[in-house]
DNA sequence: CTACCATCCTGGTTGC
DNA sequence: TGCAACCAGGATGGTA
């Protein structure tokens, strides 16, 4: 499910039922993460209270009243649902259960296990080793196009590759990746460092656009609900091209025969999907 | 630095 | 219908 949109829209669930709430009971079922939880998680995280819900790119930083802070990503599978206690029964891949003291009951659940959680100190945050080193938020000021053709300067990879890696900047993943790109009518192939001037612009405002109007539709859903509430977002409707091989791109006028609409290449083992006519 | 690959897991879909 | 191959929102570490 989770790239920035996804998360942000699960983090705005939980921030309205969650910030000020004790919580009064951690249960830990499963504890082999993509890493292990910290020692005592479940412990460490008992009887405190949530004094704020943030976000880091594609990781859920909830704030503790103990300067502590529950670092949550959800990988590729993650979810985390909000409910009454016990609305069905705990399945095989509800890792943690955590009841609140106003009765309400969060679950983490992830079939994959691709997902990972710690505690860290709310005064490293920034240097925790997830969070070092990551690019700026792509909603943000700092994310310009002049960030962006500086960090791309030299660069060989393609756009594509620049867009997926986190530290040139936070909580793009393929799919918004693919769309962005699409609105930027640029290439998923073109070199990083030619990304500069109106091509930097047009790729800074379609991020910036794309993850916007997806947070907006409370994220794309695939096979796994997105918010917090259980409800399923419906960005995916919105798509241009993820997932859309073959069919005519939405924003060309040419013939889907000749062409053979969208199109889609494996770039470093994922799935790109575009439009070779009207992206350059 | 770069591209590419496998890896960690499970489950849903596709194709024979 | 059954079964195997393939694919999936992420991130990392190794190789050449």
Same mark, same amino acid.
């Given at each position: 499910?989770?790239?920035?949109? !996804?998360? !942000?829209?699960?983090? %705005?669930?939980?921030?309205?039922?969650?910030?000020?709430?004790?919580?009064?009971?951690?249960?830990?079922?499963?504890?082999?993460?993509? +890493?292990?939880?910290?020692?005592?998680?479940? @412990?460490?995280?008992?009887?405190?209270?949530?004094?704020?819900?943030?976000?880091?790119?594609?990781?859920?930083?909830?704030?503790?009243?103990?300067?502590? /802070?529950?670092?949550?990503?959800?990988?590729?599978?993650?979810?985390?649902? &909000?409910?009454?206690? !016990?609305?069905?029964?705990?399945?095989?891949?509800?890792?943690?259960?955590?009841?609140?003291?106003?009765?309400?009951?969060?679950?983490?659940?992830?079939?994959? %296990?691709?997902?990972?959680?710690? &505690?860290?100190?709310?005064?490293?945050?920034?240097?925790?080793? @997830?969070?070092?080193?990551?690019?700026?938020?792509?909603?943000?000021?700092?994310?310009?196009?002049?960030?962006?053709?500086?960090?791309?300067?030299?660069?060989?990879?393609?756009?594509?590759?620049?867009?997926?890696?986190?530290?040139?900047? $936070?909580?793009?993943?393929?799919?918004?990746?693919?769309?962005?790109? +699409?609105?930027?009518?640029?290439?998923? &192939?073109?070199? $990083?460092?030619?990304?500069?001037?109106?091509?930097?612009? #047009?790729?800074?405002?379609?991020?910036?656009?794309?993850?916007?109007?997806?947070?907006? @539709?409370?994220?794309?859903?695939? #096979?796994?609900? /997105?918010?917090?509430?259980? !409800?399923?977002?419906? +960005?995916?409707?919105?798509?241009?091209?993820?997932?859309?091989?073959?069919?005519?791109?939405?924003?060309?006028?040419?013939?889907? @025969?000749?062409?053979?609409?969208?199109?889609?290449?494996?770039?470093?083992?994922?799935?790109? +999907?575009?439009?070779?006519?009207?992206?350059?």
């Amino acid at each position: 499910m989770p790239e920035l949109p !996804e998360v !942000e829209t699960v983090c %705005r669930g939980l921030a309205s039922k969650l910030e000020g709430r004790g919580l009064a009971t951690v249960v830990q079922r499963r504890a082999d993460l993509r +890493f292990p939880l910290p020692p005592d998680f479940a @412990a460490r995280l008992t009887g405190r209270r949530v004094a704020r819900i943030g976000r880091r790119g594609k990781y859920i930083l909830v704030h503790l009243d103990d300067q502590m /802070v529950w670092l949550v990503h959800l990988g590729m599978s993650g979810r985390i649902i &909000l409910g009454p206690p !016990e609305a069905t029964p705990p399945g095989p891949h509800d890792h943690v259960v955590v009841l609140t003291d106003d009765g309400t009951e969060l679950r983490y659940t992830d079939a994959r %296990r691709f997902g990972m959680m710690d &505690l860290v100190p709310a005064a490293g945050l920034a240097d925790c080793r @997830a969070l070092a080193g990551m690019g700026p938020e792509p909603l943000e000021a700092d994310f310009s196009p002049a960030y962006l053709s500086r960090v791309l300067a030299g660069r060989q990879m393609p756009v594509k590759a620049a867009l997926l890696d986190q530290k040139i900047v $936070a909580g793009i993943g393929n799919i918004y990746a693919c769309e962005s790109l +699409f609105r930027a009518r640029l290439s998923p &192939l073109r070199r $990083a460092h030619t990304l500069t001037g109106a091509r930097a612009r #047009r790729l800074v405002a379609a991020v910036k656009a794309v993850l916007a109007e997806a947070i907006a @539709a409370g994220g794309s859903s695939l #096979r796994d609900y /997105v918010q917090a509430s259980g !409800e399923l977002g419906y +960005f995916q409707h919105q798509w241009a091209v993820y997932d859309r091989e073959g069919e005519a791109c939405p924003g060309c006028t040419c013939d889907r @025969a000749r062409t053979g609409g969208i199109g889609r290449l494996v770039q470093s083992g994922r799935s790109t +999907f575009y439009c070779p006519v009207r992206q350059r």
